[in-house]
Structure formats: C-alpha cells, structure tokens
C-alpha cells in the first residue's frame, strides 16, 4: 500500500506567476484535502476533492484553485503568486471524506 | 467559532516523563478530534483521535482526554521519549473529518 507522494518537494517562483502542484492519493483513496501550512502554524483547509467534485472550501481566493482525475490523483494550482503564499503545502487523502486523513510530506513553495 | 486553541507553545520534559498538551474549542459542531505529530520536513502523521461520545482513548503511550462540557481536550504522552520530539497539533471537524481546523503546535522537546 503506497502512501500519499506530493511533487515537486520545493520550488521557487517569483511574485505573480502562476504554479502547479500535484499530489497522488493513496491507494484505495477518492478523497484528497490540500492545506497551506506556513512557517511556524498549523495547516489551514483550502480545499477538498470528492470523486472529482470540489466538496468543501477554506478561507482562500480563486486564485486558488484545483483539479481531481479519475485516478483520484489532485492538483493544486496558484495563480498570481504573492510573497505570503510561501508556506508548505499539504496534500492529504481519505477513503469517502471520514476521518483518518493520511497527509503527504508536502511541497516547499517560496514566492520570491 | 471554527478557531481551535492549544497550548503550550512549546515543552521541554525528562525522558519517561509525561508530555501533556491541551486544546480548546468553541463550535459545539465538532464530532471529530484527532491528534497529528509532525517530524520536520515531513507531512502531519495521524497520533490517535476521539468522537465525543467517550471521555478517554488511550493507545499505548498516548491517551486522549475529552471533556464535552468544558470544550476541552488534551494529549498526555506516557514515559516519553527523546524520539517522540516533534510538533503536536490538534485538530477538530464536523461531518467526521471532512475539513480540519488545526491548533497552532506545540513543540515538544524530550531531553535524554
């Protein structure tokens, strides 16, 4: 049974791009969370995926938004990137929305 | 309402001493409350969490207290260990973990 695999692990961009994060639930898994954890604070909700349905939104502008494929796999994805959108971004997935969420290891990102 | 407190901010112990960390919470809605320990540079890992329809969980060394009336609950880690050093967050939803709210951390630190 794999575990959930985020990529890339770091990256940097530079204010007002735009980036893609990607994350693979784990097996047996159709529900994934992402949640932006900064330095120092516990990770906050942006957004979960349901079979492929956004089911659920934290405090986060559209430019925040995401994707879920048939394989359940998820993307994360940022538009107009700012300074305090460096954080960790958290990925985790759950079997039908219960509990017991198993979080991936999470992408660096740091806007510049 | 949706905030969840927790303190201490940080705790240093003795090896085979009791780590104790407390959480608060306001929304009467939560039906959900896990603990995660997260090692640096890695994602939260799920400790062990509660419904409130019990006043105590414990597997192995940790042990859930939940007090419904006082909105509270806390985390006691038994004979703790210098390997149990890591961030410990808190964390309460509704709907059985469809969105968590996660305390601040507690950095917890054990000495040898």
């Known amino acids: 049974e794999t575990g959930v695999t985020q990529s890339p692990t770091h990256l940097i961009k530079t204010r007002g791009q735009q980036v893609t994060l990607r994350c693979s639930s784990q097996s047996g898994h159709n529900t994934v969370s992402w949640y932006q954890q900064a330095l120092g604070q516990g990770p906050q909700f942006i957004f979960q995926y349901y079979r492929e349905e956004e089911n659920g939104r934290g405090n986060f502008p559209p430019r925040f938004s995401g994707l879920q494929f048939p394989n359940y796999s998820s993307e994360l994805n940022v538009n107009a990137l700012e300074l305090d959108d460096s954080a960790l971004y958290l990925c985790?997935?759950?079997?039908?929305?219960?509990?017991?969420?198993?979080f991936g290891s999470g992408t660096r990102l740091t806007v510049v | 309402q949706q905030q969840v407190k927790q303190s201490p901010q940080s705790l240093i112990v003795q090896k085979g001493g009791i780590s104790i960390i407390n959480c608060a919470y306001e929304?009467?809605?939560?039906?959900?409350f896990p603990w995660y320990q997260q090692f640096p540079g890695k994602g939260p890992a799920l400790l062990i969490a509660?419904?409130?329809?019990?006043s105590e969980k414990k597997e192995g060394r940790f042990t859930i207290s939940f007090n419904k009336s006082a909105k509270q609950f806390s985390l006691h880690i038994m004979d703790s260990q210098p390997g149990d050093s890591a961030t410990y967050f808190c964390?309460?939803?509704?709907?059985?973990?469809?969105?968590?709210?996660f305390g601040p951390g507690t950095r917890l630190s054990v000495l040898p």
């Open positions: 985790a997935s759950s079997s039908d929305r219960v509990g017991g969420y198993t």
């Open positions: 964390a309460a939803s509704d709907n059985y973990g469809q969105n968590f709210v």
């Open positions: 929304n009467t809605a939560f039906d959900y």
């Open positions: 509660i419904r409130p329809d019990v």
